[in-house]
């Protein structure tokens, strides 16, 4: 029987009316690992680790308390030990001494070699996956730099664009409005790690509440919306010049506050 969970998860994403396949493709988590965590199957992931970030990056997805879950499951197996099974054919033989029982010291040493063979490869297991991980980290970043330059030389060549492209790369949690050509586009939170994609023919309004927690890119361009922000918040207005391709860029000064910056909440009901 699921455990509360595994509930919260499989009945949450069910009233989204979200498919474990989607999302797989915008959390990058594999179906079966998500299949795991809404079963409570926990034995699929390689180390509880993994089970722990995958619950914490589900829940935040599904706009659920990431963190009283992932409570929840560390009470539910904190006495789950990952154990090394000994080689029952380590030689570890009794002698007679005094009339107490001794490790022989050719098993003492068999044993501590084996010991520092395990760690070893350990070690090597870790060399391995940092290295692996760096790799990937560059290679994402050469990818980031290659699509910008080869947006560089289109525009270069003379191509005009004909929308207005937002792409929108989460460091932090953030909440957010787009309004793409009149019309809303995505009001919501979006969490570290999230990337997001937008288009519009004449014009983008966006309102964030935590410009420091994301990075901007209009049709391949960073863009500076730090300036003109107060307390981490502003509202960015991208506008197509007819004729000419280009994005003009509107910065609209929120109103100064007199105490504490406004909550997420608070936002979204200013712009109801």
Do not use: C
């Amino acid at each position: 029987m699921a455990s509360r969970i595994g509930n919260q998860l499989q009945e949450t994403r069910r009233r989204k009316e979200i498919s474990l396949s989607v999302v797989s493709e915008e959390t990058k988590i594999g179906k079966k690992y998500l299949e795991a965590l809404e079963r409570e199957e926990y034995d699929v992931f390689p180390a509880k680790v993994y089970a722990v970030s995958f619950l914490r990056s589900y829940a935040r997805y599904l706009g659920l308390d990431a963190e009283s879950l992932v409570e929840i499951y560390q009470k539910e197996h904190s006495g789950r030990r990952e154990r090394m099974e000994i080689n029952p054919k380590l030689p570890i033989m009794p002698t007679q001494h005094s009339g107490e029982n001794f490790l022989s010291r050719e098993g003492i040493a068999t044993f501590r070699s084996k010991r520092r063979g395990l760690f070893v490869f350990f070690l090597t297991i870790v060399v391995v996956v940092g290295t692996g991980l760096r790799a990937i980290f560059w290679l994402q970043s050469a990818s980031h730099e290659l699509s910008q330059q080869r947006l560089s030389k289109i525009n270069a060549r003379g191509i005009v664009p004909k929308n207005i492209s937002l792409v929108l790369e989460a460091k932090d949690e953030t909440w957010l409005r787009v309004v793409g050509d009149n019309e809303v586009s995505f009001e919501g939170t979006v969490f570290p790690g999230e990337k997001r994609r937008w288009i519009a023919k004449n014009e983008m309004k966006v309102r964030i509440g935590n410009i420091n927690g994301v990075k901007l890119y209009v049709n391949g361009k960073k863009v500076d919306g730090i300036s003109g922000s107060v307390r981490g918040i502003n509202d960015l207005t991208f506008t197509m010049l007819e004729g000419k391709g280009l994005v003009e860029m509107e910065q609209k000064r929120v109103p100064r506050m007199e105490s504490v910056g406004p909550s997420e909440g608070e936002l979204q009901k200013e712009e109801r």
